[in-house]
């Protein structure tokens, strides 16, 4: 039946990423065809504003305000949910699934806070659930880490997964300009939300680092065990003092496991300038993976976008649509069933090892370095180069910056909390972690 | 049955690849198992030199030195076909396709050569064919092609596919060296073979590019309609010029498709410094792709070796076997029915239209410059930028290196031969095609 009638789509959500899926739909329609053996049909739309907002042609389409609608439309086979947010998204996927319709969502906030139960209700209910779209819009990072990569060992995984902050972190470094006129100016570009703290505090960069976790390591790991920490602070002195390093300041989303405890982190890194994710500029994407047999791996593409991100929904449709014309059991989303995904054991920052790059403002006066140097090797940290540099401007106080060899987080944190007690130090220390394995 | 069983391998070639093959399969056994939901269990294996050579513990399964008792074997489910070369690769993967068993292989001369017959063969009798390994070993660009991009219209792709190229490419530019020794010391590493002909004559990279053709472009290109440059006649001066104007040389397989036409095309190229290609070092491979919604991405991995190979073929292998644990039907190995790939129209290189790096030897005299650029000028090439160098030590030539703006390569090429007439102009001059649109 399916097969001659077409595989019938119900769309929630016609904002951005909707409306591309509108626009591809049309443009590969005997593309999809020819693929799936089927023709795909988008039967209903719905959305807040349909009303109101102008929206792409939809001739013979059912359209509605009520999400509910579309997920309660008994002739969807896939229902695509891209409103975002957890609400009400989370009960319409539930729902759809309940009624044994495929899901595909480019919804990371859902799949990272409610992955259990989400992921749970697709086996419960044995229909597909495709989330391509949800992490790193145009790069397949799912399928890759799921099917490509399957037969390996994933050892770490080093994620540049947020575009609004590649984006302002290569523009401070290209331009020269500090953190704010730059938020500003993603803003007015659309390339920054109003309110920027989901991206630039590193939130959205932690959530889908925990799908790729799970994708890459079969492990599980909650949002809240992520430790995550965004690019306000960085001023435009440490981006320069980086370069004069040889290294690029990227927002990294890395997980590396040893010896079955994982690291699962977000934060500003320094990294090879001849790196190949130093390369990533503008709002990229990209995600570079160690794997015991694989080695080093790269993949690159657009981090977000209307047609980008469509594409994403639509590979996953197109999969789920040819497994309904032969009707084909789902495999599980995540590569195995959710039970399988053991809780991780994951390291603390405490104990974390690493190189660091420091900067102090240290009024400009002799003994200073003695005594910063002093603190830091009471703690085991060792200095591998010191950049000390001309006079100060006005408020007296230069900058001091460091390179250390390899140190643990919880002696670094002590011996920053040290050194910006002392008299000669004005305001907070500056650290960023430097990551050189990225070969 | 099979589910509780287990899925049945059979191996066929226990060279690099398939040794690699045996270790993987011992150190996952037991991912696997979770992933697939039943064991892989390796039955037999036929090598040549079986009982000659050295080889993984093999306990429990069947050695021969006959490949056919392994396609021949009841038992087994899946066929690994590692051996490498058409004959008798083919006739042994009809045989087990006929006989109802998966097949896996890692053989891009096979299936450029033979495509029709094998993939036709695989649908003609409802079996899966896996070939992720045949391209590019560590990455999954077959299932990124395949599936990641499966609802958007390819526009272009730019592959280092070629370890050996690359390799010495990179070599020659970081170390100064010119082709000769560098390939010595590649084949003295293992980079390159005795007879390293398929490699540094492009043909390998042409095999290749028809495979990532048809998945890409979904169409059909016979080898002999892929133009085929290597990269033997590339002196050390052309890779240092190259880096003065801001390129690096890369053996590059191309396809683009514009109404309707397709390029199809591996030959060194010169592209930015900057660009993410540029960065790919080393026997890595690289796969750039422009699509029309998705815009460019990037695939980066291990381009050969042992246990990425390996991996590949096992990606391949648990595709299989997932699916022969639920008695689901193959999907088609290109993505769509082989009836539904259609010959390309290839566009003949004469009508190919590009920027060239020029480099003439010519006699250290006035009016050289004049004499060339006339005829150049003539025909409707123009001169973009020009380097004219020093004294010559000896033989009484100096370099005259031109980059042109956009060209037709008809004109290029009767240019290039007139200019080769001119008394002034000493032995061959050289021309190498620029790729800008790497961004």
Redesign the interface.
């Known amino acids: 039946m399916m097969a001659r009638e077409g595989v019938k789509l119900g769309l929630v959500g016609l904002g951005t990423v909707g409306s591309?899926v509108v626009q591809?739909l049309d443009?590969?329609r005997e593309?999809?065809a020819?693929?799936i053996g089927a023709p795909l049909q988008l039967v209903h739309v719905a959305s807040r504003s349909i009303d109101i907002k102008p929206h792409p042609p939809l001739p013979g389409v059912r359209l509605s305000v009520d999400p509910w609608s579309v997920v309660q439309d008994a002739e969807v086979d896939i229902v695509l949910e891209l409103i975002g947010g957890t609400d009400p998204a989370r009960s319409l996927v539930l729902e759809a699934m309940a009624r044994g319709k495929a899901v595909v969502t480019a919804n990371k906030a859902l799949l990272a806070l409610h992955g259990d139960e989400v992921f749970a209700a697709a086996e419960a209910h044995g229909v597909r659930l495709g989330f391509?779209a949800s992490v790193a819009g145009?790069?397949?990072i799912i399928?890759?880490l799921r099917?490509?990569?399957?037969?390996?060992?994933n050892k770490a995984l080093f994620g540049i997964v947020n575009g609004t902050c590649n984006y302002i972190l290569a523009t401070m470094s290209e331009d020269g300009a500090e953190f704010a006129p730059v938020l500003h100016r993603a803003q007015e570009l659309g390339l920054a939300e109003a309110d920027p703290r989901m991206d630039v505090d590193g939130i959205d960069a932690a959530q889908k680092l925990t799908l790729l976790i799970m994708l890459a390591f079969?492990v599980r790991v909650p949002v809240e065990a992520v430790y995550t920490e965004g690019i306000r602070q960085l001023d435009q002195i440490d981006i320069t003092f980086a370069r004069e390093f040889g290294y690029a300041i990227k927002l990294l989303a890395i997980a590396k496991e040893e010896s079955g405890v994982l690291e699962a982190r977000v934060h500003p890194t320094m990294i090879p300038q001849?790196s190949?994710l130093a390369?990533v500029g503008g709002a990229?994407n990209?995600i570079f993976t160690q794997?015991?047999?694989?080695?080093?791996?790269?993949?690159?593409?657009?981090g977000a976008?209307s047609?980008?991100t469509?594409?994403?929904?639509?590979?996953d449709?197109?999969?789920s649509a040819?497994a309904q014309t032969?009707q084909?059991?789902p495999?599980p989303p995540l590569?195995?069933a959710w039970a399988?995904l053991k809780p991780a054991a994951v390291r603390s920052m405490d104990e974390l090892v690493g190189e660091y790059y420091l900067r102090f403002m240290a009024v400009d006066r002799p003994g200073v370095l003695t005594q910063i140097s002093g603190i830091l090797g009471d703690q085991d940290i060792s200095i591998a180069s010191v950049i000390q540099r001309g006079r100060s401007d006005g408020d007296n106080t230069v900058p001091l910056v460091m390179r250390t060899h390899a140190a643990t987080e919880r002696n670094l944190k002590t011996a920053m909390t040290l050194v910006d007690q002392l008299p000669i130090v004005q305001g907070k220390s500056v650290y960023v972690r430097i990551e050189e394995s990225l070969g």
């Open positions: 591309g591809l443009r590969q593309a999809f020819r693929k391509e145009g790069i397949p399928r890759t099917e490509g990569f399957v037969a390996d060992r079969g001849d190949l390369g990229y990209a794997g015991e047999a694989l080695g080093s791996s790269l993949q690159f593409g657009q976008g047609l980008p469509a594409a994403a929904v639509l590979s449709v197109v999969e040819r032969k084909q059991q495999r590569g195995c399988e």
